[in-house]
């Protein structure tokens, strides 16, 4: 029977790198992180870098191998879940040794933790040490080390100018990674649906459960709603494979890639959530047994367990205990925070003290994204820059030497990415040969130039905190904060940022920081605005019946939080009035559009 979880919170995956060691460096305390296996160079200078360390076995897989991408992540995972079970039995044979590592054990659990108060019994009593060890054995368990992949970005690989079968594209061959390792833990897949990558599931018996109902490997989908949820995960039970996880993220108050809804709230989203849970599981159900059956595969006679969870903007603990108490989560994510926690993430010592001095105007949505999907940035990071610099100097575009983002077939049809300089060099050449004014002319050199190398600049800073050598075409730093980090202002311990969680110390020092639910609108109102400038210059009829889709939304949304926020007598009373104006001045302004 497997542990509950230790935690009420986890670690989001942010970058290519941020979180790339975090289970070695927090997973034995039992808190959850997920990792990015984008970036296989990364990966494999981790690999090297941590066997070392923990005078593991190590054995370079080189790009010359047949299945070079999904070896190096399995190795890696294999890497990161011996560690991990070393570090964890270590604290237990600390935590029965020792009762001073018992007292900091406690200090990070949740208030109202049984295992908080057992240990507490223990200190104060004297049960012999066999009852202890018997107590952690039951109750104790590591993190799991989740792993993210962007269903999107399953770039096709080629072999003398021929496609490679499609289980070597990059998205493929990071779940075979996944599911070939002996990591006890769940794939994150973000970004939307793949028909075609959610169809690979199929072939790794991993996915399904045993004869206990038990699964080895789980999915987990971050979605943006109800319905998305609802389609993904049906798609999937058709093929026998349950979503154990639903993980909501803020479509704009978020890190990394920002898939802003059609004006539908975290609230809202979250409320129906609530209230279809149980439809929602015995609907999924109903369509994964039918498809085990068919496929001869065992039948649980019980639904196994979903969880809901929520992330995007939490930042202090009355909120995090309202969203597990209101609307019944099963734990939040804490994300853009632990970016000032060396304990707990990979980032360089320049880019922690850019993101600790940012204030709210530093932060904004930008268009550097090789995507073209809206993504969080920061001014004043060193790949901006650098990149500045090669474009004053017409030397537009990056060498794009991982090419997982090369994904546009417009020149090439293996795929370039619009970041590099190849593409870059193509697109320019064909501006300069369009007969543009001056200012148009200027707009669209930008927009082709804007573009970042993600792929290098996102997993730059870990190799820098480790003092690892930066090889190759300088990009220098790409950091992707939610605009939650303009609310903390300093580096803080593990131990900090985990008392901030559970309310027992205050780490924001920022006066009237907006409520999670009054950010997020804010950013709807700026995103429905801009969208609306842009629909009446082109009036598009199109264009403005989704807006006014978006404005009725949006509206439903405010009169939710009114009902919500008047009707708390917990959580919102010393705020009640200041929530209650910001409503009413932004419905107003929705209304006068």
């Known amino acids: 029977m497997k542990i509950p979880n230790i935690h009420t919170f986890h670690i989001p995956v942010m970058g290519l790198a941020y979180t790339i060691d975090t289970p070695i460096r927090v997973a034995h305390y039992g808190i959850s992180s997920v990792i990015s296996v984008m970036d296989d160079e990364l990966i494999e200078q981790m690999n090297r870098l941590y066997t070392k360390k923990f005078q593991l076995p190590y054995k370079g897989i080189s790009k010359k191998a047949e299945d070079f991408r999904a070896q190096r992540i399995t190795s890696y995972l294999n890497t990161l879940d011996t560690i991990v079970k070393q570090k964890f039995e270590h604290l237990k044979d600390q935590l029965i040794r020792n009762k001073e590592a018992v007292k900091n054990y406690i200090d990070l659990l949740p208030n109202t933790s049984e295992i908080r108060e057992n240990l507490q019994k223990h200190l104060e009593g004297s049960e012999p040490l066999t009852k202890l060890k018997a107590f952690l054995d039951q109750h104790l368990s590591p993190g799991s080390i989740d ?51 959610f169809g690979y599931f199929e072939s790794f018996d991993a996915f399904y459960p045993d004869e206990q109902n038990q699964l080895q490997k789980k999915i987990i989908l971050k ?107 099963d734990a ?58 090669r474009i004053a100097n017409n030397k537009e575009g990056s060498s794009c030497p991982r090419k997982y983002l090369a994904l546009n077939k417009k020149y090439s049809e293996e795929g370039l990415c619009t970041a590099s300089r190849k593409y870059q060099q193509k697109a320019l050449a064909e501006l300069n040969d369009m007969n543009f004014s001056t200012e148009a002319y200027q707009e669209h050199f930008t927009e082709i130039t804007e573009k970042a190398c993600l792929c290098v600049g996102l997993a730059n800073a870990a190799l820098m905190d480790h003092q690892l050598p930066v090889k190759g075409e300088q990009q220098g730093v790409v950091i992707c904060p939610g605009p939650n980090i303009a609310y903390f202002t300093k580096e803080v311990s593990l131990k900090q940022m985990v008392n901030h969680i559970y309310g027992r110390e205050n780490i924001i020092e920022v006066e009237n920081r907006p409520h999670v639910f009054i950010k997020e609108l804010r950013m709807y109102l700026d995103h429905y605005k801009k969208e609306q400038k842009i629909a009446e210059a082109e009036q598009s009829d199109l264009k403005m019946k989704k807006q006014e889709k978006i404005r009725k939304n949006l509206l439903d949304g405010i009169a939710y939080y009114k009902d919500l926020f008047e009707n708390d007598t917990v959580y919102f009373c010393a705020d009640k009035s200041s929530i209650e104006n910001q409503l009413h001045e932004i419905e107003r302004e929705l209304l006068n559009k």
């Open 332 to 389: 939040v994510g804490w994300g853009s925070p632990f970016l000032l926690v060396p304990e707990a993430t990979s980032t360089d010592q320049d880019t922690r003290n850019l993101l600790a001095s940012a204030k709210e105007d530093d932060l904004y949505l930008s268009t550097i994204s090789p995507l073209g999907v809206p993504f969080n940035n920061i001014k004043g990071t060193t790949n901006e820059f650098i990149k500045q610099e």
């Open 147 to 197: 792993v993210n992949i962007m269903t999107k970005v399953d770039r096709e690989t080629y072999e003398n100018k021929e496609p490679r079968p499609a289980i070597y594209n990059d998205a493929h061959s990071a779940l075979r990674g996944f599911a070939e390792s002996t990591v006890n833990a769940s794939v994150v897949l973000s970004a939307g649906m793949n028909p075609r990558l």
């Open 223 to 329: 979605v943006s709603d109800y319905r998305s949820a609802s389609i993904q995960g049906s798609f999937l039970a058709k093929k026998g494979l349950w979503v154990s996880e639903y993980r909501i993220e803020s479509g704009l108050n978020c890190g990394g890639h920002a898939f802003a809804t059609d004006g539908f709230l975290m609230g809202t989203i979250l409320e129906e959530f609530k209230q279809k849970r149980e439809d929602l599981t015995v609907s999924m159900h109903e369509l994964f047994c039918k498809a085990l059956d068919q496929k001869g595969k065992h039948v649980p006679k019980q639904p196994l367990n979903i969880k809901i969870t929520a992330q995007g903007g939490v930042g202090t603990a009355l909120e995090h205990d309202f969203l597990l108490a209101h609307y019944q989560l």
